[in-house]
């Protein structure tokens, strides 16, 4: 049975890229968490090109096994995915898709899905704005209806906001968010509205906390970790968004509503994230954050139908499959 393997080092932001190709592609999938063992992991990644490809698979550890029945697809994203995705199309004669800059020679892949401000281009190169997802009109209105009751009572205008957290670039400590969580509260006061406010796994705890504390006199709903996370239903039933400027993933997801986005800043800087944030801006998808609402439209950002369709057709696939819930190891 044709099936796809999304192969990723496990970083929740990279497999939900991929399950959202794999989802809208309509094949069933299997998410493989990979990376390399033994001396092999010694060598740059570049370099674990040159190993033979059956070599690669077996210096690999998974969480499931890199064995035959061999995919039909594999997706991989992020650029410690690219030996052992290739490894598997070889051995497994795949096709390939990569998710974001590879950093090796596009023709090493089948297809790849390269944000445009990745500035990276080929014959088999898909430019996508920002990062593919899996925000869909279906799926925000699934979410939405089922969450709705919970903050029945709260008033409009209802201001979602995403936060992120910790990386490379970006910091965002306790005091930046009690510093974040004033300005909220003091646009809920002027606005009459309410905050909806989800965090990620790179938010701190203590940042959380802090945020949480400066809205507690405001209408506000602060998921906790505890149950499901309302991030899509938040999508849904936001009038406005705020998204902290760290993450692709999330400002691109907020803008796939179509609704007014707000970008948050953080102490840090990245190059490639500043490309990114400008696109967004002339696009006219976003705009600083800086305690007020504003009203205007825009397309909603969303090119994951374009990389799924390209793929149908390359495997014969039927043009109107997908998207669907086809997950294997749930």
């Keep these: 049975m044709l099936e796809t393997w999304i192969v990723t080092d496990g970083a929740v ?43 690669r698979l077996a210096a690999s ?41 590879p ?5 090493l892949f089948d297809l790849i899905a390269a944000p445009v401000h990745d500035d990276f281009d080929g014959p ?14 279906d799926r925000l209105a699934e979410a939405g209806a089922r969450f709705a009751p919970q903050i029945a009572d709260l008033p409009h205008p209802r201001i979602a906001v995403l936060l992120g957290g910790e990386s490379r670039a970006f910091k965002f400590p306790p005091e930046t968010g009690a510093r974040f969580g004033e300005t909220l509260a003091n646009l809920a006061r002027s606005s009459g509205g309410t905050l909806l406010v989800t965090p990620s796994r790179r938010t701190r705890p203590e940042t959380l906390s802090a945020l949480a504390e ?18 899509f239903a938040f999508l849904s039933l936001a009038d406005a968004l705020v998204v902290t ?34 696109l967004m801006r002339e696009r006219g998808a976003t705009r600083p954050f800086e305690g007020r609402l504003e ?19 390359a495997l014969g696939l039927d043009p109107n499959a997908g998207p669907v819930d086809s997950r294997r190891d749930k």
């Design 13 to 55: 932001g990279m497999e939900a890229q991929g399950i959202a190709v794999a989802e809208a592609v309509g094949l069933p999938y299997t998410l493989k968490r990979v990376r390399p063992a033994g001396p092999i992991r010694l060598i740059p990644t570049s370099f674990q090109l040159l190993v033979p490809a059956r070599a």
């Design 61 to 101: 550890e998974a969480s499931t096994p890199l064995a035959p029945p061999w995919p039909r697809l594999v997706i991989s994203i992020g650029r410690r995915s690219v030996p052992l995705a290739l490894a598997i199309k070889r051995v497994g004669s795949a096709y390939g898709l990569h998710i974001q800059n």
């Design 103 to 107: 950093k090796v020679p596009a023709h």
């Design 124 to 137: 088999n190169v898909i430019a996508t704005f920002g990062a593919v997802h899996s925000v869909t009109a």
């Design 214 to 231: 400066a809205v507690k006199d405001v209408p506000h709903f602060v998921w906790d970790g505890t149950g499901e996370n309302p991030y």
């Design 245 to 278: 400027e760290d993450s692709v993933n999330m400002v691109t997801e907020a803008t796939g509503t179509g609704k007014p986005v707000y970008i948050q800043p953080l102490p840090g800087k990245s190059t490639r994230l500043a490309r990114f944030h400008a």
């Design 295 to 313: 009203a205007w439209t825009y397309a909603p950002v969303n090119d994951t139908e374009a990389v799924a369709s390209h793929i149908r057709k």
